[in-house]
C-alpha cells in the first residue's frame, strides 16, 4: 500500500564543526545534507511517497505533520532534545512515529515516545519495518521494536536520494564510503555501534553517488563522512584510484574531506592518491598531546609516529589536518591547557574541535565511569563525567584553551603557515568547463560578497583579516583565501560564545544540559 512518509532530522547544537556562522557569508542554511536520511529515502519502497525535512534548513512544520501516515527520525546523540521534540509532536498529532539511527541504537531507554524503534544499521529489520508499515500505520499499545541482525551489504545500499533536498543549501556535500573501525579507542562507540571489522562499497558505487550529487548541483567539496577514511587500507587505495580518473574525467569539478588516523602516515601511497583525488582536509582525532593520555584511552595509533612529524607529513602532500581534542581527561594535570595550545600551535593546525571528554553510552570509557561511580546526570555539570581536576579547573582550561586558540591573530597566524607550507603541495587543477561551471562561479561571487562584507567590513578583527591577506596574497589563491576567511570567521565567532559560556561544553552531550556561569569558572 502506498505510504506518506515523512523523514525529519533534528536541528544540531551549534559547535565547533557545524559552521553555522558561516552560512551567511557561504549563503547556505546547514553543514551538511542528512546521509542517513537520504539512504533510508532511497531504501523505502518506490511508491511511496518521501517528504524530507531537516531542520537545519527549515522547521517542522503541522502541516507537514498532517500530511504524513508515518513520521521517521533520526539522530545522534547531541540532537537527543530535537528528537523527543519531534516524537511528541508526532504523538499529538495522531501520527506513527519511527524512530532509527545512532542515538536510539546506543540508548533505545532515553526514547519511550516512540511508537517504533529501529536499532542497527539498514537490514533485516528495515525489511521487517517496512512490511509492518505496508500492512498498518496505526500505533500499537506498547512499542515496537526492531532489531538488525544481517546488515545490508554496503554495495546493495541505494544511492542517496540527493534529489528530495536543494544541495545549494548546504555548505558541503557527503557521502558514506565504509563502515566500521578496527580500533578500540576508549571513548568512542563507532565499534559498538558498526564494528571492528570495516566494510566497503565499491569504487563504482561510490563514483555513482558522485554522480548523483552533481547532477542535484555541485556543492564544491564533498565530505566522506566514514569514521575512518582508511580502515581497510585495501579498499582505500582502490577508491582512491577510481578517484583520481574520475576527477580526470569530469574535470575535477569536486575537492574532498575525510577522516582518518594518524597512522596514514605509515602508508605514502595512499597519501599521494588524495593528493591526485584533490582530498585537501583531514579530520584526524588527535585528542591530546599528551603520551600518557594517549595509552590509555587506548589510541596507540598516534603514537606510531611523533605527532608533530604526523601532521608534517600529512601537510606535505596538501592536506590541511583537522583535530579533534579532548579535555578533562583522567591524566591531565593544570599543565595541560598549556600543552595543548602549545602543540596546536606549533602544528599550525588552524581548525579544531574542543571538547570536554563525554562518556558515551556503549564505551569502554563509560563502562568504567560507572563501574566506579563516575558518571553525573546533574545538569549543572558540563559533561556527564565527574573528573578527577576539580570541575571549576576543567572548565577555565577548556575556556583557557579555545580562547587562546581561537584569537583572530592566532587563528590567521595558523592559516598563514598553511597557505605558505601545506596549500602549495596540492595538486595544480587546470580551468576545465565544470570547475568554471556558472553555479561555482555564482557560489564564489556570494562567498566573495560575504566575506568583504561579514569579515573586511563588519567584523572588529577585520585590521587582522587586511593584515592577512596582505601577507599571503601573492601565494593563495582566491579561494583559498574565501575558504580560510570563512571559516576562521565561523571559529572566532564560536570560540568567543563558548568563553562567554553560551555553548555546550561537549558537541557529543545531548543538548540541553545547563551551562556554568562564566563567572563562576
Not at 157 to 172: H, K
Not at 188 to 196: F, Q, R, T
Not at 406 to 417: G, V
Request: aromatic fraction near 8%; charged fraction near 20%.
Amino acid at each position: 500500500m502506498k505510504r506518506r512518509v515523512l523523514a525529519v532530522f533534528p536541528r544540531y547544537a551549534p559547535s565547533f564543526g557545524t559552521m553555522e556562522h558561516a552560512f551567511p557569508i557561504a549563503a547556505v542554511k546547514a553543514f551538511m545534507p542528512p546521509q542517513g536520511l537520504l539512504v533510508l529515502a532511497a531504501y523505502l519502497p518506490s511508491e511511496w511517497e518521501v517528504r524530507i525535512v531537516d531542520e537545519n534548513v527549515r522547521a517542522l512544520t503541522d502541516p507537514d505533520l498532517a500530511w504524513a501516515d508515518v513520521v521517521m527520525v533520526t539522530g545522534m546523540h547531541v540532537q537527543r532534545a530535537g528528537i523527543s521534540e519531534i516524537l511528541h509532536r508526532a504523538r499529538a498529532s495522531r501520527t506513527l512515529s519511527v524512530l532509527g539511527g545512532p542515538s536510539v541504537s546506543a540508548s533505545p531507554e532515553w526514547y519511550g515516545a516512540a511508537d517504533i524503534i529501529h536499532l542497527g544499521e539498514i537490514g533485516d529489520a528495515t525489511d521487517a519495518l517496512i512490511r509492518r508499515l505496508e500492512s498498518d500505520v496505526s500505533p500499537g499499545p506498547v512499542q515496537e521494536r526492531f532489531v538488525t541482525r544481517d546488515r545490508l551489504d554496503m554495495d546493495r545500499m541505494p544511492v542517496p536520494a540527493y534529489g528530495a533536498i536543494r544541495m545549494a543549501d548546504y555548505f558541503i556535500g557527503s557521502v558514506q564510503a565504509s563502515s566500521g573501525c578496527p580500533y578500540h579507542c576508549e571513548f568512542c562507540d563507532i565499534p559498538a555501534l558498526y564494528g571492528n571489522r570495516a566494510r566497503a562499497k565499491s569504487p563504482e558505487h561510490i563514483v555513482a553517488e558522485l554522480d548523483a550529487i552533481l547532477r542535484s548541483g555541485n556543492p564544491g567539496a564533498v565530505y566522506f563522512v566514514d569514521d575512518n577514511f582508511t580502515a581497510n587500507p585495501k579498499s582505500a587505495v582502490a577508491l582512491l584510484e577510481a578517484l583520481v580518473e574520475w576527477q580526470a574525467a569530469r574535470g575535477f569539478p569536486l575537492q574532498f574531506a575525510c577522516e582518518a588516523s594518524l597512522d596514514v602516515t605509515k602508508r605514502p601511497r595512499v597519501l599521494e592518491l588524495m593528493r591526485q583525488a584533490c582530498v585537501t582536509t583531514m579530520f584526524c582525532g588527535i585528542e591530546t598531546p599528551e603520551t600518557e593520555a594517549l595509552q590509555l584511552m587506548g589510541k596507540t595509533q598516534n603514537l606510531r609516529t611523533p605527532l608533530l612529524e604526523a601532521v608534517a607529513t600529512i601537510n606535505s602532500y596538501g592536506i590541511e589536518v583537522v583535530s579533534g581534542i579532548i579535555l578533562g581527561l583522567d591524566s591531565d594535570t593544570p599543565d595541560t591547557y598549556r600543552n595543548v595550545v602549545s602543540f596546536v600551535e606549533a602544528a599550525a593546525i588552524p581548525m579544531c574541535t574542543v571538547n570536554m571528554v563525554q562518556a558515551l553510552p556503549r564505551t569502554r570509557l563509560y563502562d568504567r565511569l560507572e563501574r566506579s561511580g563516575r558518571l553525573t546526570s546533574d545538569p549543572a555539570d558540563p559533561t556527564n563525567v565527574r573528573f578527577l581536576l576539580p570541575r571549576d579547573t576543567v572548565v577555565a582550561g577548556w575556556r583557557s584553551v579555545i580562547d587562546a586558540l581561537f584569537s583572530p591573530e592566532a587563528l590567521y597566524r595558523r592559516y598563514e603557515h598553511q597557505i605558505r607550507t601545506t596549500y602549495r603541495y596540492r595538486r595544480s587543477i587546470p580551468a576545465t568547463r565544470a570547475r568554471l561551471a556558472p553555479s561555482l562561479l555564482w557560489r564564489g561571487l556570494r562567498m566573495s560578497a560575504g566575506v568583504l562584507w561579514h569579515v573586511g567590513v563588519r567584523a572588529d578583527y577585520r585590521r587582522v583579516f587586511w593584515q592577512f591577506v596582505r601577507r599571503v596574497h601573492r601565494q593563495a589563491s582566491i579561494e583559498d583565501l574565501l575558504q580560510a576567511a570563512t571559516v576562521a570567521h565561523h571559529l572566532i565567532r564560536f570560540a568567543r560564545e563558548a568563553v562567554a559560556g553560551r555553548t555546550e561544553h561537549s558537541f557529543y552531550a545531548p543538548a540541553g544540559r545547563a551551562l556554568l556561569d562564566p563567572a563562576a569558572g
